[in-house]
């Protein structure tokens, strides 16, 4: 298996030198618990892997994975810049002391008191449409600035449908074959166009894809370049690099990988004459996915036409199982690495039969009051839960040297009702 899970001397999971049982009797279930080092780890793995093959090199997480704060500002101090893709990441981004001149905005389908949210707030504008580029042109403030594009590669990949983000399927970025008119255009309108962007997917386990996009990509900056005259400052392709979520798959080389793509990459730069622009990459998963637990309590185990399992998180905790039906792999807290010795469902509590986070898994034996560990749940796990059968979301805490800080209370029932009204003709 290649999840290097930690056991302490009771053989108990730990996390981050915490006890799972312990975590889950003191702040109770469910319960996300993030590891810290494993977020730094992950970080300074990949930059170094980057930085070291080509010294201009940028990393913005991509923070819609993880947006908790203390999440942020772990990277904030690890010297991340920060890839938003909504205003409310944008604020989240400020709060947690990121300059704005590392907070990349791509968003997309983006309204006009969006944009001048972004004007005001100073951060950086990667611009998804040519609407969005005229529209903001008359905003005050817009004068001069400096933007890029995203870029449609023609190119595509991703761990699910959903998550293909290239290609001639994608509602994203601006064609290839319009990238010069719309720099030109940019140029015209008075803005200065110093970037060039492009996301192709999320959860790429494979160098190809990747290598593909970046070599579209950079022949599109090429073209851009030569044709419009754009100089440029910074050359962004997008994060996606997937991580293993099934114990047979392996992990990405990701020294090999950051290899190839620099490699391709200088060899582009020198052949359209691009200069040493800052490469960029906007990981999400990648530096947060492997860092988290869902820990969730067995309370029924049922025998009814099938064997079920059922724990008190569902996918209102957890959506991927149910939203692309993603692979997470579970472990019971207080023996991680015994057999399996029967296969059955794991349900969650939500009133949906599509609430599974595992059907016919193989597991050890598991016995009601039971505490189930669901790994990889660091990105877009919590970030994607909600409230829905009027759940209060569960509580994170994150944990180093076998301390644990809570970092997000759990919500009661008054938070779920927090903004609802009732019309007073209503109100007998
Ligand atoms: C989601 C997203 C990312 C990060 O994707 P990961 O697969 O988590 O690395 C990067 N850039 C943009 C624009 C995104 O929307």
Redesign the pocket.
């Known amino acids: 298996m290649n999840f290097d899970l930690e056991t302490n001397k009771k053989g108990n999971l730990s996390i981050g030198g915490a006890d799972a049982l312990e975590l889950a009797d003191e702040y109770k279930t469910p319960l996300y618990v993030i590891d810290e080092m494993k977020i730094r780890g992950n970080y300074r793995r990949l930059y170094k892997a980057f930085s070291k093959q080509y010294d201009n090199f940028n990393m913005y997480y991509?923070c819609?994975?993880n947006t908790n704060l203390a999440v942020m500002k772990i990277l904030e101090e690890e010297g991340s810049g920060i890839?938003a893709?909504s205003p409310g990441e944008i604020y989240t981004s400020l709060l947690a002391g990121f300059d704005p001149s590392k907070i990349l905005y791509?968003g997309n389908n983006v309204t006009d008191e969006e944009l001048e949210f972004t004007i005001s707030s100073g951060v950086r504008l990667n611009i998804d449409s040519i609407s969005q580029l005229k529209r903001l042109s008359k905003l005050s403030g817009a004068e001069g600035m400096e933007i890029s594009f995203r870029v449609n590669p023609n190119v595509g990949a991703g761990h699910h449908k959903h998550c293909i983000?290239g290609g001639p399927l994608s509602k994203f970025g601006i064609m290839e074959e319009e990238a010069v008119e719309v720099y030109k255009l940019a140029q015209e309108l008075g803005f200065k166009p110093v970037g060039i962007h492009s996301?192709i997917g999320?959860?790429i386990l494979d160098p190809e894809p990747f290598m593909l996009a970046v070599r579209s990509l950079m022949d599109i900056a090429g073209r851009v370049h030569r044709e419009a005259g754009v100089e440029f400052d910074f050359i962004d392709f997008?994060?996606?690099?997937g991580i293993p979520y099934e114990p047979e798959e392996s992990k990405l080389d990701i020294d090999l990988f950051a290899q190839k793509i620099v490699d391709l990459f200088k060899e582009k730069l020198g052949e359209y004459d691009l200069g040493k622009p800052t490469m960029c990459i906007?990981?999400?998963?990648?530096i947060v996915g492997d860092s988290s637990y869902l820990l969730t309590r067995v309370n029924t185990v049922k025998q009814s036409y099938r064997k079920f399992a059922g724990v008190d998180a569902g996918f209102n905790t957890l959506l991927r199982p149910t939203m692309y039906g993603s692979y997470h792999h579970i472990v019971v807290a207080d023996k991680p690495g015994a057999e399996p010795t029967q296969t059955l469902d794991i349900a969650g509590d939500v009133c949906e039969s599509g609430d599974l986070f595992a059907r016919d898994r193989p597991m050890p034996d598991i016995g009601e009051g039971d505490l189930l560990a669901i790994l990889n749940a660091g990105?877009y796990s919590f970030s994607m839960s909600s409230q829905y059968n009027s759940r209060p979301r569960p509580a994170e805490v994150l944990v180093k040297n076998g301390e644990a800080d809570v970092i997000r209370e759990r919500e009661t029932f008054a938070d779920v009702l927090a903004k609802q009204n009732v019309p007073v003709r209503l109100l007998k």
């Open positions: 991509a819609k994975a890839d893709v791509t983000t996301h999320s959860g997008g994060g996606g690099i906007e990981p999400g998963r990648y990105a």
